[in-house]
């Protein structure tokens, strides 16, 4: 048996350097072992294997290698051994990574998607509390990843809280941000971070503000939002309050939930289908192979600065569409359209119209988020005609796979994706308009804008009127 010392639990270039060794000199995955410990760093208990003299230079593709990258931070311990046996068998399986029924890359893809699960519940449930001291005002949040994706993660909230000098610490080492540079340190322990502060009020106000009891799926929020993250949540006090609330209200739809996609292992198999999805003549044939795809799109800068590109969703052969602009903030870490205020504002919207919302494919024009940062918020930025028209080869893909008989655009940047041309929507607004495919196209506003009007009475008639064009879009179909 050769063993290799590696010089932490994530040191993928001591694993790299080490597993290239250990082929070069023929060392069968049986023979080869990999160990964690100090001063390692890919070298080897004893000498290293002698590279054979006919040993020729080899590549893997680059999809094992964002893979593999990924599958190191599980906490598996065996993770090293699974990436060397891939690496082996890619020698004489150079399209190995394609099969992705093959029970290794299965289970290489399975621990990278729980990777990147893990690393999407830390953008969404890390919390962040003031602390002052001699040096100023600091951020400090406390969190314990399932996997070990504080390094993978930390980059997002440079980007996200650009401005705050923030430190992240978690039990496998910690992060900290000086509004310039990244630098990961030591591992922490929870006493290190403070537990509450007056910021405690804006999460919760938050959270039950943007709580949306009509769509609340308490299995799906838990798989979401797992218990073991909630110590750590101020907002997680109003849970049950608002579960049990909403239960009254929706019982039936608790009492049935729908599983939601699994848009995680989607984005890791785009990464393999990256090439494919940029070839000239690609055209995805399902929903599922769209929205891999469209996590792999460069069509327009837009996806640099989103976490996710988000599809829409609904029933393969929805009969309905709705189209709006853009994902959110909320719908950008989630990564499903329409489940933040405008959604609510939707979804109430739909129930008035007798309209049941899993009956619809809810989509938008552009499918990642353009924004700006404002302080630690991120302000939404309307699209410009480029891109929305960038991205219309997505939504017209939707169209071609969904065939919806009826289409309804919220707001102008939706009437120009579905349309191809501006639009005044007050001018054309509540009527079907014929689309070259067949289908009929129904202007109307977007639910923003109905959240925006600040007076009352106005707001109130205004909402009914955009109930009415659903309405008129039910009739049509
Ligand atoms: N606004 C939109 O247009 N789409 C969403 O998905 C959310 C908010």
């Given at each position: 048996m050769r063993v290799a010392v590696l010089g932490g639990e994530t040191d993928f270039e001591g694993w790299r350097k080490a597993a290239r060794a250990f082929r070069q000199a023929d060392v069968t995955p049986e023979r080869a072992a990999f160990r964690v410990g100090s001063g390692g760093d890919g070298l080897f208990d004893e000498s290293p294997p002698p590279p054979l003299a006919e040993a020729s230079p080899f590549s893997v593709p680059k999809a094992f290698v964002e893979l593999a990258q990924d599958v190191i931070l599980h906490r598996s311990a065996d993770r090293f051994d699974l990436l060397y046996r891939l690496l082996w068998r890619l020698g004489a399986e150079p399209d190995l990574m394609r099969v992705v029924t093959d029970i290794d890359v299965g289970d290489a893809l399975e621990r990278a998607k729980n990777v990147s699960?893990?690393?999407?519940?830390?953008?969404?449930?890390?919390?962040?509390?003031?602390?002052?001291?001699?040096?100023?005002?600091?951020?400090?949040?406390?969190?314990?990843?399932?996997?070990?994706?504080?390094?993978?993660?930390?980059?997002?909230?440079a980007r996200r809280f650009t401005t705050m000098n923030w430190s992240v610490l978690t039990p496998d080492g910690s992060a900290?941000?000086?509004?310039?540079?990244?630098?990961?340190?030591?591992?922490?322990?929870?006493?290190?971070?403070?537990?509450?502060?007056?910021?405690?009020?804006?999460?919760?106000?938050?959270?039950?503000?943007?709580?949306?009891?009509?769509?609340?799926?308490?299995?799906?929020?838990?798989?979401?939002?797992?218990?073991?993250?909630?110590?750590?949540?101020?907002?997680?006090?109003?849970?049950?309050?608002?579960?049990?609330?909403?239960?009254?209200?929706?019982?039936?739809?608790?009492?049935?939930?729908?599983?939601?996609?699994?848009?995680?292992?989607?984005?890791?198999?785009?990464?393999?289908?990256?090439?494919?999805?940029?070839?000239?003549?690609?055209?995805?044939?399902?929903?599922?192979?769209?929205?891999?795809?469209?996590?792999?799109?460069?069509?327009?800068?837009?996806?640099?600065?989103?976490?996710?590109?988000?599809?829409?969703?609904g029933p393969k052969k929805a009969r309905l569409m709705i189209v709006g602009e853009q994902p959110?903030?909320?719908?950008?870490?989630?990564?499903?359209?329409?489940?933040?205020?405008?959604?609510?504002?939707?979804?109430?919207?739909?129930?008035?119209?007798?309209?049941?919302?899993?009956?619809?494919?809810?989509?938008?024009?552009?499918?990642?988020?353009?924004h700006e940062p404002r302080g630690k918020r991120r302000l939404h930025k309307t699209p410009t005609a480029g891109e929305v028209s960038a991205c219309r080869w997505w939504l017209d893909a939707e169209r071609r796979l969904v065939k919806p008989k009826v289409i309804v655009t919220l707001g102008g940047t939706a009437a120009l994706g579905v349309l191809g041309r501006k639009v005044a929507v007050t001018k054309e607004r509540g009527q079907g308009i014929g689309l070259p495919d067949g289908a009929q196209a129904l202007l109307t506003v977007h639910p923003s804008y109905l959240l925006r009007i600040p007076e009352a009475a106005a707001k109130a008639a205004e909402r009914d009127r955009f109930v009415v064009d659903l309405k008129r879009a039910k009739a049509l179909l």
């Open positions: 699960r893990a690393s999407h519940k830390m953008k969404a449930f890390v919390r962040f509390r003031k602390v002052e001291d001699a040096e100023g005002e600091r951020w400090v949040a406390w969190f314990e990843p399932a996997h070990r994706v504080l390094e993978k993660t930390a980059p997002f909230f900290a941000w000086d509004g310039e540079i990244l630098t990961f340190g030591p591992p922490a322990t929870r006493d290190m971070a403070p537990s509450e502060d007056e910021i405690e009020d804006f999460w919760k106000t938050y959270y039950a503000s943007t709580f949306n009891p009509a769509r609340l799926k308490t299995k799906a929020m838990q798989a979401e939002m797992p218990r073991r993250y909630w110590k750590d949540l101020p907002e997680a006090a109003l849970i049950p309050e608002l579960v049990a609330r909403s239960a009254v209200r929706t019982e039936a739809m608790v009492a049935a939930p729908a599983p939601e996609p699994n848009v995680r292992l989607a984005k890791t198999l785009s990464r393999i289908n990256r090439d494919r999805a940029f070839d000239e003549g690609f055209v995805p044939s399902t929903l599922q192979e769209l929205d891999q795809a469209v996590q792999a799109c460069r069509r327009c800068p837009l996806w640099r600065d989103a976490t996710q590109g988000v599809c829409g969703e959110g903030d909320q719908e950008d870490l989630a990564g499903h359209p329409f489940v933040g205020p405008a959604g609510g504002v939707l979804d109430k919207a739909l129930e008035e119209a007798g309209i049941d919302r899993d009956d619809v494919f809810v989509t938008n024009a552009v499918k990642h988020f353009k």
